[in-house]
């Protein structure tokens, strides 16, 4: 229901027509609007943000643009929400946030990769969102493996990736990114104080959506278009310039198991190599890792 709508909407501004303007007016909040005219004329971009779709309400914008995808929307098509009412996180959880304290967008892209080269997307999308918010508001962020962007700890923005794969090739690739812009200490939920973090706590200014979105933007493309023309040492030489993981003492997360570990270094495929409290070295690549703030080294180091 909600995609046919939403198509609708795309065809009546003119959306698949090349010669108007997509997505027509925007459609995001009031306080603190993104445009999507605006973030087409200025983006310093060959692919990604060229089509751009600002909504008010949405379940969740990998849902909306997974669906646009199979309706043929082209590479580096990015969809806004003020709201989520179904936003995801990795590994099954969700990703909630009131209207319009976050920038919440997906881009879709349509590499041509192998099924193995996808983690390294995420670690693409992960230095491009941490290097895009740095520019956009001088806020120095890590990245905790894979993905998530953390400062001091806690977390200022989360990234989602999901495949559709045909005949065991990813087909399209949506990358759903979300940041904590705007909430106040006193706004988040208790169990969420001490994890999480918005920008505005981190600076004290009210940096505009807009542009953080039309910086985060630009510096996505850079590191994809890095993997797709073939060149994934140098995402993975930038990914380690912004790793607040390796050299850490964490636990390990897997859907089976758990156990305590320090975080060594990166593989090619962007697996984290850990070596666990008997001296024996693992790759992981699904999975989470928690920091238990402790820096230690490694066999061989
Ligand atoms: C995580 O840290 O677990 C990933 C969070 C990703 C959240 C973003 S918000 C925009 C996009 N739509 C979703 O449903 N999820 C991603």
Redesign the pocket.
């Known amino acids: 229901m909600e995609i046919n709508v939403i198509m609708n909407d795309l065809h009546r501004c003119g959306y698949f027509n090349e010669t108007a303007d997509p997505c027509g007016s925007s459609l995001s909040s009031e306080t603190d609007p993104i445009d999507p005219k605006l973030l087409i004329q200025m983006i310093q971009n060959q692919w990604l943000g060229k089509k751009v779709c600002c909504l008010r309400s949405v379940?969740?914008?990998?849902?909306i643009l997974e669906k646009l995808g199979e309706q043929g929307v082209p590479h580096g098509t990015v969809v806004t929400?003020d709201y989520?009412s179904?936003?995801?996180?990795?590994?099954g959880?969700s990703?909630s946030?009131p209207s319009g304290s976050?920038l919440?967008?997906?881009y879709l892209i349509r590499p041509e990769i192998e099924a193995k080269e996808i983690p390294l997307i995420t670690l693409a999308a992960a230095v491009g969102t941490a290097r895009g918010l740095e520019k956009a508001t001088g806020i120095r962020p890590g990245i905790k493996w894979p993905?998530?962007i953390i400062f001091e700890g806690r977390?200022v923005?989360?990234?989602?990736a999901e495949a559709r794969f045909e005949h065991s090739h990813p087909k399209a690739v949506v990358v759903?990114?979300?940041i904590n812009m705007h909430l106040q200490t006193h706004e988040w939920p208790a169990e969420l104080t001490n994890k999480a973090i918005s920008v505005f706590q981190i600076t004290g200014v009210f940096f505009k959506r807009q542009e953080v979105l039309q910086a985060v933007c630009e510096e996505n493309e850079r590191e994809i278009e890095r993997l797709i023309q073939g060149d994934p040492q140098i995402v993975l030489n930038n990914w380690l310039a912004y790793s607040a993981t390796i050299g850490q003492v964490v636990d390990v997360v897997l859907p089976n198991e758990v156990f305590r570990a320090t975080a060594c270094a990166l593989n090619q495929d962007g697996g984290l190599i850990v070596q666990d409290e008997f001296g024996v070295q693992r790759t992981i690549y699904m999975g989470d890792i928690s920091l238990r703030h402790v820096n230690r080294g490694c066999t061989g180091d």
């Open positions: 379940s969740s914008t990998n849902d929400a989520q179904a936003g995801r996180g990795r590994a959880r990703w946030a976050g919440l967008f997906s993905n998530d977390k923005a989360g990234i989602l759903g990114v979300g």
